[in-house]
């Protein structure tokens, strides 16, 4: 926006003090505080947190995330490199540089290795005058095999990790592993499957489950917040029709409103439903950690559904092999928030820091190398 007036140009003409509007469906592409507007925005690739981040004015929003619901202004702050996700992909554009140790040592044996061999294929020369004695003296002893296998070995291990998701940054850092006293692990798509779904549903009065779903679905029919695609999923899985809304409307940050069969019907968080709930009917839920939606119908509490995410089956015997080849120190560190991250973390048996950024989590790893421990 120059001026007041909106003009599309390159991202890469953009710079700190910019204003930008970001509609929905559209990647971020800055750094930046929200100045107007509200959007639903999905953070998770940044901030690790499982549920979209509901970002209104004063708002801290990074680029490459996603508004998925609703409009915002935002006044660049970081572009380019300096952005939280240029800096990740300069450090893996780097990866290649940061050679191992034992890479280095290959290139410095070879450097002085090929001299000896020459003077040694020299004497044999000199002593026998058989061409093919020195011949085979420099075959066998060709240092090439030292200088290539390193680095080809370091490379088909990157490569390897990368095609299951690992994300090795350079030789150096896997040769380290064998040192690593203290891993620090992310929650969402690390240890859970950064899938959302309903596991509790709480009707109110004389609704049954099923008539509640049906009324919550119907009414997020066509929004495409990640918390509805839940609700969805699970009025489908138990083959249930879906109602038509009638004047449906997105509340960017609050959840949805809708006219379903003469109701007026309201879904998402507390704030849009005006606190018909009571503290005592949600504690439930929210010692387990998980994301609640409230359902409103005609102004009056019609139920809650419970939104939570799933651990990767395979997660507590990985964690218990790690304990058993004696890694000292597992910690979860995430984004996202306190009671979510706690019920996560006792479940595992595992330390953890809540409500943290990608600056945040490079403080703890700092923290930690103080201390002199060598850190994954």
Request: glycine share 8%; proline share 5%.
């Amino acid at each position: 926006e120059i001026d007041g007036e909106e003009k599309e140009v390159p991202v890469a003409e953009v710079v700190p003090g910019d204003i930008v509007v970001v509609r929905p469906g559209e990647h971020i592409p800055v750094d930046g505080e929200v100045l107007s507007g509200r959007a639903t925005v999905d953070q998770s690739t940044i901030t690790g947190e499982s549920m979209p981040l509901e970002a209104g004015p004063g708002a801290t929003v990074y680029a490459s995330t996603v508004a998925r619901l609703g409009s915002v202004r935002i006044r660049a702050g970081k572009v380019g490199e300096d952005t939280a996700f240029g800096k990740a992909v300069k450090l893996v554009e780097g990866a290649e540089a940061r050679r191992a140790e034992v890479q280095r040592y290959a290139d410095s044996f070879s450097s002085w290795f090929l001299p000896v061999v020459l003077a040694i294929a020299s004497i044999t020369f000199l002593l026998s005058h058989n061409a093919l004695a020195a011949a085979a003296v420099l075959v066998v002893v060709c240092s090439c095999s030292f200088a290539l296998a390193t680095p080809m070995a370091m490379i088909a291990s990157i490569g390897a990790a990368a095609k299951r998701g690992l994300l090795i940054k350079g030789g150096k850092y896997l040769e380290s592993l064998s040192r690593v006293n203290v891993l620090l692990i992310d929650k969402t798509g690390t240890l859970t499957l950064g899938r959302p779904y309903i596991a509790g549903i709480m009707p109110y009065g004389d609704l049954s489950e099923e008539e509640l779903l049906v009324l919550a679905a119907s009414a997020e029919r066509y929004s495409e917040h990640p918390l509805a695609e839940a609700v969805r999923n699970a009025a489908v899985s138990r083959g249930l029709q879906l109602l038509e809304p009638v004047a449906f409307a997105a509340v960017p940050g609050l959840g949805v409103r809708a006219r379903i069969d003469d109701r007026d019907v309201a879904v998402g968080s507390r704030r849009l439903v005006d606190d018909v709930f009571s503290n005592a009917e949600v504690l439930e839920y929210e010692r387990k950690g998980m994301t609640l939606l409230f359902v409103v119908c005609d102004g009056k509490a019609a139920g809650i559904l419970a939104v939570s995410d799933t651990v990767r089956p395979e997660i507590p015997e990985s964690l218990s092999a790690l304990r058993r080849i004696g890694l000292a120190h597992i910690e979860l560190l995430t984004g996202d928030n306190e009671s979510s991250a706690s019920h996560l973390a006792k479940k595992l048996d595992l330390p953890y820091r809540a409500n943290l950024l990608p600056e945040d989590k490079i403080s703890v790893v700092m923290e930690y190398q103080k201390k002199g421990c060598v850190v994954a």
